[in-house]
């Protein structure tokens, strides 16, 4: 086996660089996206059926905030998940991207590595 390789899929270790920090990034990003609207389902908006009733799935209540921005809890939701699909695929991207790493590393950790001696 042979040195690990600084570029991946034919491309030279500076663009591959640059696709990984792009990647990273909206990774980054989308994932702020998700603590956000994660944060609003929970705190902001009351979990239940838009509120209505203490007793039903639990509502608290026909006083709390139905609305944040002109959306419910459940258009939040849908929100949420979209940015949970992306992310999961930005995440697949990220694994791809760093596979040779990944490979180099359990080469390294299982002792599959050729040492010089």
């Known amino acids: 086996m042979g040195a690990c390789r600084l570029y991946y899929f034919g491309v030279d270790a500076m663009k591959q660089a640059t696709l990984n920090f792009i990647v990273d990034l909206i990774g980054f990003c989308n994932l702020l996206g998700l603590a956000i609207t994660g944060c609003i389902m929970k705190w902001i908006l009351p979990p239940g059926s838009a509120g209505q009733g203490r007793g039903f799935r639990g ?59």
Do not use: D, N, P, Q
């Open 59 to 117: 509502g608290r209540g026909a006083t709390e905030i139905k609305y944040l921005w002109s959306m419910t809890r459940h258009e939040w939701g849908a929100i949420h998940f979209y940015l949970a699909v992306l992310f999961v695929s930005l995440m697949i991207a990220h694994v791809v991207l760093h596979w040779t790493w990944i490979k180099c590393c359990f080469k390294s950790l299982l002792g599959f590595s050729r040492k010089a001696s």
